[in-house]
Nanobody, 124 residues
Framework: VQLQASGGGLVQTGGSLRLSCTAS????????MGWLRQAPGKEREFVSA????????KYASFVRGRFTISRDNTQNVVNLQMNSLKPEDTAVYYC??????????????????WGQGTLVTVSS
């Protein structure tokens, strides 16, 4: 599975960004997709994930209510709408695939394929 993420950039505190990630290289969509991030000097952390059919959605506590994940299997795309951004959201955001046929994981080590990352910078 190949993943191509886009949509990062520079935004002021309180602003919004929409990240998108397109998956290719697999005939079906029976896998979970997630967004994870890594801030400078910190470990990679889970942000959000969605199961293959959208029945399971998970958010990290620090983004719940501000970020919304969505997925379109007809386009093999997963999006992350990020609102009310804070400086602490500054990080490289990675989309990833977990070959989990059901559900969605909030564990970083569960993810099998990773995109190249897109930088989100929130200025104060």
């Amino acid at each position: 599975v190949q993943l191509q993420a886009s949509g990062g950039g520079l935004v002021q505190t309180g602003g919004s960004l929409r990240l998108s990630c397109t998956a290719s290289g697999r005939a079906d969509s029976h896998y979970a997709m997630g967004w994870l991030r890594q801030a400078p000097g910190k470990e990679r952390e889970f942000v959000s994930a969605v199961s293959w059919n959208g029945d399971t959605i998970k958010y990290a506590s620090f983004v719940r209510g501000r970020f919304t994940i969505s997925r379109d299997n007809t386009q093999n795309v997963v999006n992350l709408q990020m609102n009310s951004l804070k400086p602490e959201d500054t990080a490289v955001y990675y989309c990833a695939v977990d070959l989990l046929p059901e559900g969605a994981s909030d564990t970083v080590s569960s993810y099998d394929y990773w995109g190249q990352g897109t930088l989100v910078t929130v200025s104060s």
